[in-house]
């Protein structure tokens, strides 16, 4: 399904929250039984989001108005861990369709208006929002490999020309990259200083602006976007987050919002999916290495042993403080979104849950013993997914200092020495 943008007669609408993660519960045993698969080659696991996409949870952030099951943050946050007890990878790759659709949809029209939104701008965000429910996926194509995820670092550009824009340079981690139908792309306002226009040309620039204007595009796939198989990791292997390169001509309605420059100031304020929303991911995959322990040791008739039932106990009580948090900070997101309280149970539920994923993972592959490293194993896999929870953006480091700041009583967005963004 997944690549293309026909409508999908069988793709079942939810009709509540409660549907959609009931549909996700049912995901879970399908997702594993694929996922050593997925894994092993390392491909985009096209039988999962074909299962997904059938299943409604595409549409899962659309509003009621438009015939959706009008997710709050914490449903997603419930969805996106219960779709990471099946599959990592997977769930991964929907969070980062889930962030667009859901950004769209919860970004209140008072705001976007305050922001100088259009009338367009809202005809082409339901246009968006109702091709999810048709089983359109969206990907995200922000961050680059020497800027990372710091928006205010990135080289990909776009120039105003007759009809839309023009958009070129390379973004990398792109999960689902040659499988979503259109990438939601950061980009900086080019410069008449700058080099001619390729994907691959050297960025000059007389100074770093010091407040460079930065917009988000939807770019649909097709001609001008190339993707560039550059994905064999460690873990989170079946994401298939290649890089993506842009020399590609977008009408005017691809600018999401229809107001250059507005990135950066959305990243500071409402932070939650760009950063929480991928700690719900992690403490799913935390929660299914318990399981996958248990299940290991049981078989094994290890589970006697005092030490191991003492590991495993450990990581329940872990898993269960980290999925406290992420629905503490989801509740919080859905009651006060951008309220500074709010912002800082985000980056703990980011910290908190990468952490734990990572501390969770070992310590029960341990406690399972050799027969579980061997490839095939999910704790193997398990602990290779969970490890990248503390890499993703916000890294962990940069979760705890963001909260180190506010602790003291300074502003954690600007009295960093580098840019949060």
């Not at 293309?4 to 993660?21: E, G, Q």
């Not at 894994?39 to 949870?57: H, K, M, N, T």
């Not at 703990?348 to 013993?369: D, Q, Y």
């Amino acid at each position: 399904m997944t690549g293309d943008t026909r409508a999908h007669p069988a793709i079942r609408r939810l009709d509540s929250a409660a549907s959609a993660i009931s549909a996700a519960r049912a995901l879970v045993a399908p997702l594993a039984g694929r996922a050593d698969e997925h894994d092993r080659a390392g491909l985009f696991p096209v039988a999962d989001f074909d299962d997904i996409a059938s299943s409604g949870l595409l549409g899962v952030m659309v509003p009621t108005r438009l015939g959706g099951p009008g997710a709050t943050f914490a449903d997603y946050a419930s969805v996106a861990s219960t779709l990471g007890e099946g599959n990592g990878a997977t769930a991964l790759v929907f969070n980062m369709h889930a962030s667009v659709t859901g950004a769209l949809a919860q970004t209140p029209d008072a705001l976007a208006r305050a922001l100088g939104a259009p009338d367009s701008y809202f005809v082409a965000r339901d246009d968006i929002l109702t091709g999810a429910l048709d089983g359109r996926l969206y990907g995200v194509a922000m961050s680059e490999r020497r800027a990372g995820s710091r928006l205010s670092q990135i080289t990909t550009r776009y120039r105003r020309v007759d009809g839309g824009f023009h958009i070129t340079g390379a973004k990398a981690f792109v999960s689902g990259a040659g499988h979503a139908d259109a990438y939601l792309v950061a980009a900086r306002e080019a410069t008449s200083l700058e080099a001619p226009d390729a994907p691959d040309a050297p960025v000059r620039r007389a100074a770093a602006p010091d407040n460079p204007r930065i917009s988000y595009f939807l770019v649909p796939s097709g001609a001008g976007v190339t993707v560039e198989q550059s994905w064999d990791a460690l873990g989170m292997r079946a994401t298939g987050s290649h890089d993506l390169l842009l020399d590609v001509m977008v009408g005017p309605q691809a600018l999401l919002g229809g107001v250059e420059g507005v990135a950066l100031l959305l990243a500071q304020v409402m932070p939650q999916w760009l950063v929480a929303s991928y700690a719900a991911v992690y403490v799913g995959v935390a929660r299914a290495a318990v399981d996958a322990a248990v299940a290991h040791t049981t078989e094994r008739d290890t589970r006697r042993i005092p030490a191991v039932r003492a590991r495993i106990g450990r990581a329940d009580a872990a898993v269960a403080a980290a999925e406290l948090c992420v629905a503490e900070a989801a509740r919080r997101v859905d009651v006060a979104p951008g309220d500074p309280a709010t912002n800082r149970w985000v980056f703990r539920a980011k910290l908190i849950a990468g952490e734990t994923a990572a501390h969770v993972a070992s310590s029960l592959l341990e406690a399972a013993g050799t027969s579980a490293a061997r490839r095939g194993q999910p704790l193997e896999r398990l602990f290779r997914d969970a490890h990248c929870g503390s890499l993703q953006p916000a890294t962990s480091d940069v979760c705890a200092d963001w909260l180190g700041l506010a602790a003291t009583g300074q502003d954690p967005d600007h009295a960093a020495e580098t840019p949060r963004w």
